[in-house]
């Protein structure tokens, strides 16, 4: 049983990265309760301003004008409620898992005012600390003096195998459900569209602590990273430093 950590001066910064599907969202929703901090999926609100993007109907004119998505930007709210994601007060959690938002979410990432207004957002939710941040450029762009730093791997195939189990736990089955070789090939674009764009593309920090998790169970990576954390609260306690 861990000791939680909401009050005081021991709350720091977890930052944790890497692809898609390497187990970065279980693995920061778990840390955090563990610790009583406050769990941020970035990637939730990406996946909210694509989904606004696409509600409004604009995708087509934003990849021709990206400038167009500037008024869209300026009244966004994104808020988190539990495990509840709320885009300008509508809960749209399940909304923003559905494939049409997963297939334009890289693109819409890649723009310089999204990133930008998401980037503030995301530097206030952490500014009192106690959090768990998980994306792609936490540890590299979001918040580069994160006390703790993860970067987590998966083989691609392994990660395929993951997002298979988890779209047939959610009832897909049958030709709802698409084969892992599929998944794979998804993946792999995903990866490569995330590390090769221009704005913070997918990195890791040079401070950062990889852990590969193709070979972990759940248990095993969220084990891993508490440990690192308590003793990082632990020696920033020391030190006076968080
Ligand atoms: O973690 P996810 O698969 O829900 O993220 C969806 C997309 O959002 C991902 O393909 C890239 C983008 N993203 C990003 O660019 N920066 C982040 N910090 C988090 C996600």
């Given at each position: 049983m861990l000791v939680?950590?909401?009050?005081?001066?021991?709350?720091?910064?977890?930052?944790?990265?890497?692809?898609?599907?390497?187990?970065?969202?279980?693995?920061a929703r778990k840390v955090a309760e563990k610790l009583g901090y406050t769990y941020i999926?970035?990637?939730?609100?990406?996946?909210?301003?694509?989904?606004?993007?696409?509600?409004?109907g604009?995708?087509?004119?934003?990849?021709?004008?990206?400038?167009?998505?500037?008024?869209?930007?300026?009244?966004?709210?994104v808020a988190f409620r539990g495990e509840r994601v709320f885009l300008d007060g509508r809960?749209?959690?399940?909304?923003?898992?559905?494939?049409?938002?997963?297939r334009e979410?890289?693109?819409?990432?890649?723009?310089?005012?999204?990133r930008d207004r998401l980037r503030r957002m995301q530097q206030e939710m952490g500014s009192r600390k106690g959090v768990v941040m998980d994306g792609r450029d936490i540890g590299t762009v979001v918040f580069p003096d994160a006390?703790?730093?993860?970067?987590?791997?998966?083989?691609?195939?392994?990660?395929?195998?993951?997002?298979?189990?988890?779209l047939a736990a959610k009832g897909a089955s049958g030709s709802g459900l698409p084969d892992i070789g599929m998944l794979e090939q998804e993946i792999l674009e995903r990866d490569r569209a995330d590390a090769?764009?221009?704005?913070?593309?997918?990195?890791?920090?040079?401070?950062?602590?990889?852990?590969?998790t193709s070979e972990l169970s759940i248990d095993e990576q969220v084990g891993k990273v508490s440990r690192l954390a308590l003793e990082k609260i632990a020696s920033c306690a020391m030190t006076g430093k968080s």
């Open positions: 939680k950590h909401t009050t005081g001066n021991n709350r720091i910064i977890i930052a944790i990265d890497g692809p898609a599907a390497s187990g970065k969202s279980t693995t999926d970035t990637g939730a609100m990406f996946r909210s301003v694509t989904l606004k993007v696409l509600d409004l604009m995708i087509d004119a934003v990849r021709q004008f990206p400038e167009s998505i500037l008024p869209l930007l300026q009244d966004l709210t809960d749209v959690s399940a909304a923003i898992r559905e494939n049409r938002v997963s979410v890289s693109f819409v990432s890649s723009l310089a005012p999204v006390e703790l730093k993860i970067f987590l791997v998966a083989d691609a195939r392994e990660r395929a195998k993951r997002r298979y189990a988890e090769e764009r221009e704005l913070a593309p997918l990195e890791k920090h040079p401070d950062a602590i990889e852990i590969d």
